[in-house]
């Protein structure tokens, strides 16, 4: 079979069609160029944050997610399920910390913009956090009064 051959076989009840491996290896040279963090934010106080990286380290950096979460689990209930803990054992990992020693806390630069009532507890008119879009008051109160803020 040619690179540019294709042969029609049938695995079970389907018929699937087998084609040469230099196509397949060139999407796949042209999709591990791309590797990107990408950071997504879906409500006032919740994101996701994913990593393009090639199929095999991803599937080895999850396992090793897991089993930090497992053996988190295992140790002690604080309430947290399999899914929580990984995201925290994830969020620790990244941030440099030992997982599961606390709740994720980040420290990072951010920009939150809103009335000055609100910054006071006047008032609870929404706020903003710059590449998020609006939150809520005390939230940003939050944000503005954590110690490690700057």
Not at 2 to 10: D, I, L, N, R, Y
Not at 133 to 143: Q, V
Request: hydrophobic share 35%; proline share 7%.
């Amino acid at each position: 079979m040619t690179s540019s051959e294709s042969e029609t076989v049938t695995h079970g009840n389907y018929p699937a069609v087998l084609h040469s491996q230099e196509p397949v290896l060139r999407f796949q040279g042209r999709v591990l160029s791309i590797r990107e963090p990408v950071s997504r934010f879906q409500e006032p106080v919740s994101s996701s944050l994913a990593v393009s990286v090639p199929t095999e380290i991803a599937a080895a950096c999850y396992s090793g997610v897991d089993a930090l979460a497992r053996s988190l689990l295992r140790d002690g209930d604080d309430g947290r399920t399999l899914d929580q803990l990984r995201a925290d054992v994830t969020a620790d990992l990244l941030l440099g910390r030992g997982p599961g020693t606390a709740a994720p806390e980040a420290t990072a630069m951010l920009s939150v913009h809103g009335p000055v009532d609100a910054a006071l507890s006047i008032s609870d008119e929404e706020c903003e956090l710059d590449g998020c879009g609006p939150i809520p008051a005390p939230i940003a109160r939050e944000i503005m009064t954590n110690e490690r803020s700057i």
